[in-house]
């Protein structure tokens, strides 16, 4: 899987927990997962890697933006 380029925004007001859920994988997993250069904000977690249920090999997270809800609302308000 490749996630590249991305922007992810919450709905204001009433966001979803995450961002990026990989907890529900094919058959319970998941192998060569790339995250890059995305920006995420607004949810309260970036990203889920696994709820117990899910094996994960070989992932690589780089060079992403992640802003949490408290913090991109912040942002609204100071103008930025």
């Not at 991305?6 to 927990?17: C, E, F, L």
């Not at 529900?24 to 607004?42: A, D, E, L, T, Y």
């Not at 249920?53 to 802003?67: C, E, G, K, Q």
């Amino acid at each position: 899987m490749q996630i590249y380029n991305n922007t992810i925004v919450a709905k204001s007001g009433n966001p979803s927990q995450m961002g990026i859920d990989l907890s529900s994988m094919p058959n319970g997993n998941g192998v060569n997962i790339n995250i890059r250069n995305n920006i995420v904000k607004g949810f309260n977690y970036a990203i889920r890697g696994s709820n117990g249920n899910t094996r994960i090999s070989n992932m690589m997270v780089t060079h992403n933006d992640f802003l949490p809800e408290w913090q991109w609302q912040r942002s609204k308000l100071a103008g930025r």
